[in-house]
C-alpha cells in the first residue's frame, strides 16, 4: 500500500555532485523518520543520513560536510544531495521511511525501502 521511489543516481566524475530523490506514496497517514542507506558491491547496507518529520538530520561521518539530506513534507519526498563525489561514494542508495498508515480504524506504522538507484562515481 506504500511505495517509495527513488530518482536521481547515475554517473558522475569525482568531485561531482548529484541530487537523490524518495517520494513516498500510498494510504500514507504520516511520515516520521525518513533516511539515506548505501549498499556498495561486497559490503554491508550503511546508514548515510537520517532526518525527522520535524527536519532534524543526522550524518555518518564519511558523508559529514559532503551530503545534506531534505525532505519536503508536503510531498512526502526526501532528498540527498551529494557533493564532492568520490569513486568510494559508487553503491546502490537506497531510501527508507518510517511510516503510519490508517485503515479499518487501525494505525500501523512499519519501514518502507525505496527499490535503490545506482551512483557510479569515476576517478
Known amino acids: 500500500q506504500v511505495q517509495l521511489v527513488e530518482s536521481g543516481g547515475g554517473l558522475v566524475q569525482a568531485g561531482g555532485s548529484l541530487r537523490l530523490s524518495c517520494a513516498a506514496s500510498?494510504?500514507?497517514?504520516?511520515?516520521?523518520?525518513m533516511g539515506w542507506y548505501r549498499q556498495a558491491l561486497g559490503k554491508q547496507r550503511e546508514l548515510l543520513a537520517s532526518i525527522t518529520s520535524s527536519g532534524s538530520a543526522n550524518y555518518e561521518d564519511s558523508v559529514k560536510g559532503r551530503f545534506t539530506i531534505s525532505r519536503d513534507n508536503s510531498l512526502n519526498t526526501v532528498y540527498l544531495q551529494m557533493n564532492s563525489l568520490k569513486p568510494e561514494d559508487t553503491a546502490i542508495y537506497y531510501c527508507n521511511a518510517a511510516v503510519t498508515t490508517w485503515s479499518r480504524g487501525y494505525y500501523s506504522t512499519f519501514t518502507y525501502w525505496g527499490q535503490g538507484t545506482q551512483v557510479a562515481v569515476s576517478s
Open positions: 500510498g494510504s500514507i497517514f504520516s511520515i516520521n523518520d
